[in-house]
């Protein structure tokens, strides 16, 4: 487990003594899932199960026009769907468990693309993305369940889209973090030429891993397929995680053997 190192000052005969107050890291990384059009939060309760055991804060949340508000499913927007993640993500990182500096943002297909655009307005340092759908930018106060005919969507996603003019490819070529990147072998409503212009707008990551699950569709309606995809998501998390507490770890040795260095100083002297 981290530790984290806190300087303190202790009273005693009206001066104080310097010392240094070490506790388990209070803070711990947090996770936001989000579903994708037609879905809820039901579809990723088990994930987050196997997410939080890895030692984190998980939130799922549906989306407006789904489930409880489903009677507004015909007026939803792209905008109001982007509103609903920010306030998720604006919750979850107020959380007093949550480091603000750890937040791991996992979204599928509509839900994917929601999440590539809240990386350029919130801080996101995790974000993986399964078969994560694209739209054009205009017609964005639409009502979302009217786009695929009006912007013809079976052709557009038939190509490779540029980055520049996509308000979703434009925020992953700015992500800095990490990013794993699922695509379903057999998606015939999220093709290959999404996932490659995804693919090719990461260009400033610290790392991208890319996965395909064997004969999925895009639902992941094989019960095979969505366990593979749990597999690939809690292992990517896994090592994310570590490898950032790892970072906390090695800083922390590095303080505890400043100090070891100085307090064998002190006891040659005396």
Known sequence: MPVHDDVVHISVRGGKLAGTLISPAPRVPGVLLVHGWGGSQAQYRERAHEVAALGCVCLTFDMSGHVATQARREEVTRADNLADILAAYDFLVAHPYVDPGCIAVVGSSYGGYLAAILTGLRDVRWLALR????????????????????????????????????????????????????????????????????????????????????????????????????????????????????????????????????????????
Not at 192 to 198: A, H, L, Q
């Open 131 to 270: 078969a994560p759908a694209l739209y054009k930018d205009e017609d964005w106060d639409l009502p979302k369940h009217l786009l695929r005919r009006k912007q013809d969507l079976a052709r557009f996603r038939s190509r490779v889209v540029p980055v520049e003019g996509n308000r979703a490819l434009h925020a992953c070529a700015a992500f800095a973090g990490d990013v794993l990147l699922v695509e379903s072998e057999r998606d015939t409503i999220v093709p290959r030429p999404v996932i490659v212009s995804y693919r090719s707008a990461f260009v400033h990551t610290h790392s991208l891993t890319y996965r395909v699950i064997k004969d999925a569709d895009h639902a992941l309606s094989d019960a095979r397929a969505r366990t593979a995809y749990t597999s690939i998501l809690v292992h990517w998390l896994e090592e994310m995680m570590l490898g950032a507490r790892g970072r906390v770890r090695a800083k922390t040795s590095s303080v505890r053997g400043s100090q070891r260095e100085a307090s064998n100083l002190v006891e040659k002297e005396a």
